[in-house]
């Protein structure tokens, strides 16, 4: 079958992988998406149906709030259509577009800003402008935004920094860690990635990471992480040192290339890992 494509289309989502990644999820009732971004994992744990409940967590708000907004049951087709067909893919329209959303920001604008920009990437200044550069695409495809809408009506959403949303599951699974699988694709190391920007990912919370990722599985939760033992030739060698030395993780390397991903400068290889 088919990996369903997200509404939202991130540049780093795991639609390639995701048959990779499946198997290693299953087996459990509840899936908790640690790090949702584009939101591909959970829509496609639900298309499969093996889950009791899926439950989606990212720590950004304007993506929490545009994941939010694509389960609402009132979505206006026509409306959605006609505001994508009054801006082209051309860059003047894109900057307008821009201009608009950070003006008067809505959800709406935002996906068609994000159908459009370098990358399909998101980012906003320290002002909460979004400022990503103009991409000369066009994404948009309202089947994919009807199946979406579908599929992730049945999601719990949280909008919580990792950690804190960690300690909700820990309280509110306790005495069933034995039913939970946690699914942590967190922004990777030496990333362009959107949480990248402003320097808001660092060595320090890999650290933190691991360590949850030890005290949840010595609890009984299934852990799985999603990382890179190297990206663009360079190693993380914090995450190869946490794994070398640690029983409780099998390690599955993921052969994919992303050589023709616009945003790669390089074509040494991302050696992509599943733990």
């Not at 082209?88 to 950070?102: F, I, M, Q, V």
């Not at 459009?116 to 994919?144: H, I, P, Q, V």
């Not at 694709?185 to 890999?206: H, I, L, R």
């Not at 992303?258 to 991302?270: I, Q």
Request: charged content about 25%; some cysteine; aromatic content about 12%.
């Amino acid at each position: 079958a088919m990996t369903i494509q997200s509404a939202i289309y991130l540049a780093g989502n795991k639609r390639k992988l995701f048959k990779d990644i499946y198997p290693h999820l299953e087996g459990r009732s509840t899936l908790i998406d640690l790090f949702t971004g584009s939101g591909t994992v959970s829509i496609n744990c639900v298309d499969k149906g093996t889950f009791k409940e899926v439950i989606a967590n990212d720590g950004l708000l304007p993506l929490y709030k545009l994941h939010k907004w694509l389960q609402s049951d009132d979505l206006d087709w026509e409306s959605i259509v006609d505001l994508n067909s009054q801006y082209s893919k051309s860059k003047e329209d894109y900057l307008e577009l821009r201009l608009n959303y950070n003006h008067c920001p809505t959800e709406l604008k935002l996906l068609l800003l994000q159908y459009r920009s370098n990358s399909n990437m998101m980012r906003w200044n320290a002002k909460m402008e979004f400022n990503m550069t103009w991409g000369d695409r066009l994404r948009f495809d309202l089947d994919r935004l009807k199946l979406h809408n579908t599929l992730s009506k049945s999601i719990e959403f949280h909008n919580n920094d990792f950690a804190d949303m960690l300690e909700l599951v820990k309280e509110r699974y306790s005495g069933k860690e034995k039913d939970v699988v946690i699914y942590a694709d967190c922004p990777y190391f030496s990333s362009t990635a959107v949480y990248q920007e402003g320097g808001k990912w660092s060595e320090n919370d890999n650290q933190t990471l691991f360590e949850y990722m030890d005290f949840f599985t010595d609890l009984g939760y299934k852990m799985v992480m999603s990382n890179v033992f190297s990206n663009r030739g360079v190693a993380h060698q914090g995450l190869i040192d946490w794994v070398t030395d640690n029983a409780r993780y099998d390690v599955h390397h993921l052969d994919i290339s992303y050589a023709n991903s616009s945003f790669r400068k390089s074509d040494k290889v991302t050696d992509e890992v599943l733990i």
